[in-house]
């Protein structure tokens, strides 16, 4: 199966939660792609949402009807539509998750459909709460969902430092088994489509 998935010219989306100031956001979404990249030997595509000016529901359709009136949407759909499976990498705000993510989520609606997907949140306590209110979301948009969701742990210290700053190769060492179990888990899921 390694060998179909590294010569498949899909990618695989990984996609950053956090735009804030300071975020360790897309350090964490790095460590998860090289990871994966190991484990799967796929093709990893980050997405950062900073990078995706996706104004507040902007559109003046229904997304499910897949028309879309602005050409930021129209290139969202078909790097989304593009992707062989999705990586979900989000932190807990407020026991949720954050707004811009599921702005970028309401955007589209058929693209998602069927996808393989995969959560890894972080937050002081791993972030689990942020993670079952995406994976109901994603249930909602009939995403393939992995059991498994890796929550990363974050260190009291770090979260208070707020420096944007990372390791997270070492900071995250004790959760790589549940990442490859993640990983795992995915991989079949991308076996069947
Ligand atoms: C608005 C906001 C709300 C937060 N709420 C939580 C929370 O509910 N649980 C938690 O463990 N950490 C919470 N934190 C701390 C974050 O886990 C920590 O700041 C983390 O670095 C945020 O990810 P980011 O740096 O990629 O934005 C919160 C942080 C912010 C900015």
């Not at 593009?82 to 309401?106: C, E, H, M, S």
Request: proline content about 6%.
């Amino acid at each position: 199966m390694q060998n179909e998935c590294m010569i498949h010219a899909s990618p695989i989306l990984v996609i950053g939660g956090s735009v804030r100031a300071r975020r360790l956001c897309i350090q964490i979404a790095d460590w998860v792609a090289a990871v994966g990249r190991d484990a799967t030997g796929a093709r990893f595509d980050i997405i950062d949402l900073r990078q995706w000016l996706l104004p507040m529901d902007d559109e003046p359709g229904i997304p499910a009807a897949g028309q879309y009136a602005h050409s930021h949407t129209l290139d969202w759909s078909q790097k989304v539509a593009g992707a062989r499976a999705i990586i979900f990498v989000t932190p807990q705000y407020n026991w949720g998750y954050p707004a811009p993510l599921k702005n970028a989520i309401d955007h589209l609606y058929s693209e998602w459909g069927g996808k393989p997907a995969m959560i890894v949140t972080y937050g002081g306590h791993g972030g689990a709460k942020c993670g079952d209110q995406l994976r109901q979301v994603l249930d909602g948009l009939h995403m393939a969902t992995v059991p498994t969701a890796p929550a990363l742990v974050l260190a009291r210290e770090l979260i208070e430092a707020n420096t944007g700053e990372i390791d997270p190769a070492s900071e995250f060492a004790g959760q790589l088994p549940s990442m490859l179990q993640a990983f795992g888990e995915l991989l079949g899921k991308m076996e069947l489509d």
